[in-house]
């Protein structure tokens, strides 16, 4: 699940990412939605997008998911 919006460039990578690795994702926009940018924030602790779970565990954002990936350990959260 991964919380968005339209011209976040963060966003954007992030989502390229998971692209790129061929995996299906919820992607909730949060442009213009007050109420539920407020349920991401007190769900993530952060305001900031993208906000980003795999399962039940938070990612956090997009520099967070590459680091993951970086240190090879996105592939088994996906797994």
Same mark, same amino acid.
């Given at each position: 699940?991964?919380?968005?919006? =339209?011209?976040?460039?963060?966003? %954007?990578?992030?989502?390229?990412? $998971?692209?790129?690795?061929? %995996?299906?994702?919820?992607? %909730?926009?949060?442009?213009?939605?007050?109420?539920? =940018?407020?349920?991401?924030?007190? =769900?993530?602790?952060?305001?900031?997008?993208?906000? %980003?779970?795999?399962? *039940?565990?938070?990612?956090?954002?997009?520099?967070?998911?590459?680091?993951? *990936? =970086?240190?090879?350990? $996105?592939?088994? $959260?996906?797994?």
């Amino acid at each position: 699940m991964i919380y968005t919006t =339209r011209w976040c460039p963060f966003c %954007i990578r992030a989502k390229a990412l $998971l692209d790129q690795k061929g %995996i299906e994702y919820q992607e %909730i926009p949060v442009d213009g939605d007050p109420a539920t =940018r407020q349920q991401m924030a007190e =769900r993530a602790g952060q305001t900031s997008v993208p906000q %980003i779970w795999i399962g *039940e565990q938070h990612i956090g954002g997009c520099d967070q998911l590459y680091g993951l *990936e =970086r240190s090879g350990g $996105l592939d088994p $959260l996906l797994a």
